[in-house]
Every structure is written in structure tokens, then in C-alpha cells.
């Protein structure tokens, strides 16, 4: 059973007996019911920043392009004795486009499989998302190793649990602009984003680090908001490269100490 007492609150772990009588910490993992301009969505994640999450996946997804769009973003916490979740209740300042409106149906439930069903053309996938600047960030290859550790730097749910995901975003100096760490890899990257939108940072210019695979759904979430270097520890898919090279993406896989694999280079990579 759960032992509150040994881990602090708002850690985003909870401590659990196991049955060889151990405790151990395991990431927590609850629903979070989203209401936007009156469509409702549901996610699990790990409870914590729930408003950067909010407005990350607003940007990530496309709804909204602008900080400046969202009015209000207010959590309410929810009842679980009364089998009521917390809910997440975003404003925005005017009414979405029929585009906007489109992937918010699409979406009832976030998840990988959102907003591109039957697509397979990136130019497709791509369609709407502003352009990235050509050639920028200029990025010193011994700085993606760098970046990577600090990653894991800002990764503490997964030092304590093994079972988070997390993504970064910093300058090419390797200054953090914004992190997350969540059970499900979409949310921590919104994480990420949502923090460092709030902060007001202009995010053409910056490198995301993932935690795990680049798969297409994070690098789409990259790009529209014109994120133009990607940074994986893991593999990218086959679309995530296509969808790069269309886009004129820096897409980097298999990044460890000291190597990794460029994919996409569009100029960027100098060392």
C-alpha cells in the first residue's frame, strides 16, 4: 500500500510496498481532464506544471500560435474520494479556425495517433506550420553531449523511478529555456514548451532534447513551434526524417557521450 509519509509532496512519485516487503517509488500517472473553448480532452500524466502542459500543447498542436491567445489557463484539483479528476479549463482569446477547430475534434484523447490519420505526405502533416529560420542555431558538435547530460540533470522523477520520460529546451550556448519530465514523453515535451513560452522565449532559434525515440508526433510539436533543431537519445522514425528534410530540420539520433548520428544537418552543425 502507498506510505504518503516517505516521499515528499508534489514530486511527481509516489512509495509503494512491494511484496517482498521493500518500498519503492513509482512515477505517478493520473487522468487530467482538459476543457478548451468547450471541447473536452483527456490525458494521463504525471500531476505537476499542469498549466505549462496546457498551453505547450496548445502551441505543439497547432490550436494556437501565440501566447498571447490564451486568456486564462486555471486548474482545479479534483476529489478522489468523490471519483472527480482535476481539470484543466483553458480561455482562449478568440474562437479557433475551422483548421483549429478540426484537430481539437480529432483530438477527443491525446495520444500518438492524433491529427494525422490517413496522412502521409509530410507536406501534409507540415501544412500550416510556419517556416524555420535556414541555418540557425549554429551548433557545436561537442555541445549535443552536453545537452544531453543536461537532460538528465533535470530528470530527478526518473533518478528516482526509472519510469518518466523528459525533454529539454536550451540555446545554443546550452542555457535552459524550458523542461519537463511526465509519464507519457508528448506531456513532458509540452512541459518543456509550455515553460518556456511562458517565459517568453523565442523558441526559433532553440534545440529540444528528447529523452527517448523521435518519433513523428514529438517532432511535429517541434516544428510548429518552429523549433529547428531535434536532439534524441534514441532513434527517429522514418517519417520524423522525412518530415525534417522537408521541413529543413537538424535531426540528431542516437546522441551518447560523446557520439551520435546526424540524420538531417541543413547546415547547422559546425565542428
Known amino acids: 500500500m502507498p506510505d504518503a509519509a516517505a516521499v515528499p509532496p508534489n514530486t511527481g512519485a509516489a512509495a509503494f510496498l512491494r511484496s517482498d ?3 519503492d517509488l513509482l512515477v505517478q500517472e493520473e487522468p487530467l481532464l482538459l476543457w478548451i473553448h468547450g471541447q473536452q480532452l483527456m490525458t494521463m ?20 500560435r501565440h501566447t498571447a491567445e490564451v486568456l486564462h489557463i486555471t486548474l482545479q484539483k479534483g476529489d478522489p474520494k468523490a471519483q472527480q479528476v482535476d481539470e484543466l479549463r483553458i480561455t482562449l ?8 477547430r478540426g484537430r481539437l475534434a480529432r483530438t477527443h484523447e491525446i495520444r500518438s495517433s492524433c491529427g494525422v490519420c490517413g496522412l502521409t505526405d509530410p507536406q501534409q502533416i507540415l501544412e500550416g506550420t510556419p517556416p524555420l529560420l535556414p541555418g540557425v542555431p549554429k551548433l557545436e558538435r561537442s555541445m549535443v553531449a552536453t545537452l544531453v547530460e543536461t537532460l538528465r540533470q533535470h530528470q530527478p522523477l526518473f533518478a528516482q523511478t526509472g519510469g518518466s520520460h523528459g525533454a529539454l529546451l536550451a ?33 526559433s532559434h532553440a534545440i529540444a ?3 527517448g525515440r523521435a ?21 527517429p522514425s522514418s517519417l520524423s526524417f522525412e518530415l525534417c528534410s522537408a521541413a529543413g530540420a537538424t535531426l540528431i539520433g542516437f546522441a551518447r557521450k560523446n557520439q551520435f548520428t546526424n540524420y ?8
Do not use: W
Not at 45 to 64: A, N, Q, S
Open 21 to 23: 516487503g521493500q518500498h
Open 264 to 271: 538531417c544537418d541543413s547546415g547547422r552543425m559546425r565542428g
Open 93 to 100: 482569446a478568440g474562437t479557433p479556425d475551422a483548421a483549429m
Open 209 to 211: 532534447v528528447l529523452s
Open 171 to 203: 540555446a545554443a550556448d546550452g542555457s535552459v529555456l524550458g523542461h519537463g519530465e511526465d509519464v507519457g514523453r508528448h506531456n513532458a515535451l509540452d512541459k518543456a514548451i509550455g515553460m518556456a513560452s511562458r517565459a517568453g522565449h523565442d523558441l
Open 45 to 64: 500524466r504525471t500531476p505537476g506544471r499542469d498549466e505549462d502542459l496546457g498551453l505547450g500543447f496548445l502551441l505543439g498542436e497547432g490550436i494556437v
Open 215 to 235: 518519433g513523428y508526433d514529438l517532432v511535429v510539436k517541434c516544428l510548429r513551434v518552429r523549433v529547428p533543431v531535434i536532439i534524441a537519445v534514441s532513434a
